[in-house]
């Protein structure tokens, strides 16, 4: 049995991943935080049919480290960009395994997770989009990128995300980097016109971040190669299951870890 304490239990993913928790087999929820429902129980959080079981009864804590009780196995956060690194800190110093879900860490951040990761014995995902849809474009690009040799990406979400580029385009372009710079006949600075027409830099892909009503999150990563064109495309829809299933694959997947790992096809194979 997995103990987990999730951070962020009321909000749009912790609300359908607590229930999912307290009906999975071998997962036991031992812990839940949001300042909101400080003092109440997660019975709340859950479905008439769900009441009466050992979940039902957790108190709902304000911070991760009143709700980190002894012998939780792994914290997931769904919290908040400002929240995220301290809470991550806190349960490695408790040895608890980490699955972030939380966006807004940068580079620096995951290295000193990582460091303190393997000083703790204790693992760490992370995982920018952790929709099985999400998880599969990131591995088809990578796989496309070495064959085709111009790429761009569209970055979609709703006119209401008050961030850009998204996480999920951010580790698209990492990704894509790691396989090879795309080809560009012109390099944008020589671009007659507006240079900014032509998108953000980011790792050499150029990202062209749309925010409309009507669209939740997505990306579509675009090849072009001589007489022939590639897109590949992923939509998230208005509901969190998608994330909750990758989710708890990445909890199954982190208590075999040490260190960070931000591999999401590993997770894959946790999925059921
Ligand atoms: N990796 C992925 O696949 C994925 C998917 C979806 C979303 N996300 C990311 O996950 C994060 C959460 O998304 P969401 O849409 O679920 O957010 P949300 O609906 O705003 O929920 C946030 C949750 O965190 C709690 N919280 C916020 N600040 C807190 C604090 N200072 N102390 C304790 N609890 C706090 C909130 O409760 P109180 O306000 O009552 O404290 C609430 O339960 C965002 O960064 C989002 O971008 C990632």
Not at 51 to 59: D, G, H, L
Not at 251 to 258: A, E, G, H, K, P
Request: proline residues 4%; charged residues 20%.
């Amino acid at each position: 049995m997995i103990r987990v304490c999730v951070a962020g239990a009321t909000g749009w993913v912790g609300r359908a991943l607590v229930p999912a928790i307290a009906d999975a087999a071998d997962l036991e929820l031992t812990g839940a935080v949001a300042r909101s429902f400080a003092g109440r129980r997660v019975s709340e959080l859950l479905p008439n049919a769900a009441r009466a079981s050992t979940a039902a009864k957790v108190v709902i804590r304000a911070s991760v480290e009143d709700a980190l009780v002894a012998g939780t196995d792994v914290l997931v956060d769904y919290t908040s960009p400002e929240l995220i690194k301290s809470n991550v800190l806190a349960a490695i110093r408790r040895r608890a395994h980490v699955v972030i879900g939380t966006s807004g860490l940068t580079t620096t951040d995951f290295d000193e997770i990582d460091s303190a990761a393997r000083a703790s014995g204790v693992g760490v995902v992370a995982g920018a989009n952790f929709a099985v849809s999400a998880i599969l474009l990131e591995s088809f690009a990578t796989i496309a990128a070495r064959y085709l040799p111009s790429w761009e990406i569209l970055d979609f979400a709703s006119a209401r995300k008050p961030d850009a580029p998204s996480g999920t385009a951010r580790r698209l372009a990492s990704r894509l980097a790691s396989v090879r710079a795309p080809a560009t006949a012109i390099p944008v600075a020589q671009t007659h016109g507006e240079p900014a027409a032509r998108g953000l830099d980011l790792e050499d892909t150029q990202v062209h971040s749309i925010r409309l009503p009507g669209y939740v999150i997505g990306a579509e990563v675009m090849f072009g190669s001589a007489d022939e064109r590639l897109s590949i495309r992923y939509e998230g829809g208005s509901g969190a299951s998608p994330y909750v299933k990758g989710t708890l694959a990445a909890v199954r997947r982190v208590t075999t870890l040490t260190g960070l790992s931000q591999d999401l096809e590993q997770v894959l194979r946790f999925a059921e």
